[in-house]
């Protein structure tokens, strides 16, 4: 009796410490036991010794996990958050029946796994589509070109110059041609695939000439005022070199600012317009340090149910947009190894966050 008692506590103990959730639920789905992972996701406790599960109904723990003793041998089920506010779990989950009814659950959080599956696939789509981008691009960029060249020339000459209607429409060609070149020039952007440089760079520096370069390409709309300000912490003022590829920081953050100035004037007028870019470095709880990027805007703002498609390739709400500017931002974060999140509240504005690690070698030039 002694030596069976010994190995039930030796079972007890391994079942305990296994890396993945395991309950076992009589007949009726009441927990008769469930190790320590077990508990700690069903619960969301981060407690060494999470609260007890046994003796509880399944359902009445999270209603979706009465489907683990229903279900084919494997599945998955959506699990509710413990905590209001933060996203759903995916449990993916095995069963094996026992005597009497009674059924053994092995189990597992497999939410992160899953979104890396889709940022995989997602990854692997933008390639693929990046390649046939490219290639169209590159045909359409040559003869629209050319036009433009040519309208420049005709706009010249005198005869256009003395007839007001020749000239609206010559202009009109331009300001056509003009916007297809962006158009392909973001295209072009989308597609390009190509391995980051990273290099030492005064990363302030960097930012502050994208910004004086858009202040000058930006146009001006009649009744908004649309000012773009830099905020640099003062510890990056103090060091303001970081190893990073610069001409993908500077294409990331001139199509945020772009896209907040496009924000902005769609509110149209009424209030002041504003662009912050504010620039800070930080460590983590490990020291590690990241380079930060914030873009905020107080124009019209992005409802909850359109935040997961705005990172979507040709995906806009502005009627002159190519809908690339973020899809090419979110590719080039993923190649810097950085991330970006939004905060946005409709009529209020929007902001982007972007966070760089250093690359992992430490390369610098």
Known sequence: MASLDGERTLVDAVISDLPGGVLVVDRDGKVVHANRTARRILTGSDESEPPPLAGRLLQEIRAPLDAMRRAAHKAEIVVPPVVVGEPARIIGFSSRP?????????????TDQRAREREDEHRRRLIDMGKVISSVAHEIRNPVFAISSLTQVLREENTIQTDGELMRVVERILAETGRIGRLVEDLLAFGRERDPNPRRVDV???????????????????????????????????????????????????????????????????????????????????????????????????????????????????????GLGLAVVR??????????????????????????????????E
Not at 98 to 110: C, E, P, R, T, Y
Not at 224 to 246: F, G, M, N, T, Y
């Open 98 to 110: 026992l005597l009497d009814g009674a059924m053994v659950v092995s189990f597992a959080d497999i």
């Open 204 to 322: 302030v520096r960097e930012i502050e000439e994208a910004l004086t370069d858009l202040r000058n390409v930006l146009p001006r709309v009649e009744g908004i005022r649309v000012p773009l300000r830099l905020h640099v912490a003062p510890s990056l003022k103090a060091e303001p070199h970081w190893v990073v590829d610069a001409d993908s920081l500077r294409q990331v953050v001139v199509n945020l600012v772009r896209n907040a100035w496009r924000a902005v004037v769609l509110r149209g007028g009424g209030s002041e317009g504003l662009v912050e870019i504010r620039m800070s470095h930080h460590g983590d709880e490990h020291g590690e340090p990241w380079l930060e990027v914030a873009v905020s805007d107080n124009g019209i703002g992005i409802p909850a149910e359109l935040r997961k498609k705005i990172f979507d390739a040709f995906y806009t709400r502005d009627p002159k947009g190519t």
């Open 331 to 364: 590719r080039l974060m993923q190649q810097l190894g950085g991330t970006i999140r939004l905060h946005s509240e409709v009529d209020r504005g929007t902001t982007f966050v972007m966070r760089l690690p250093p690359p992992e070698d430490g390369s610098e």
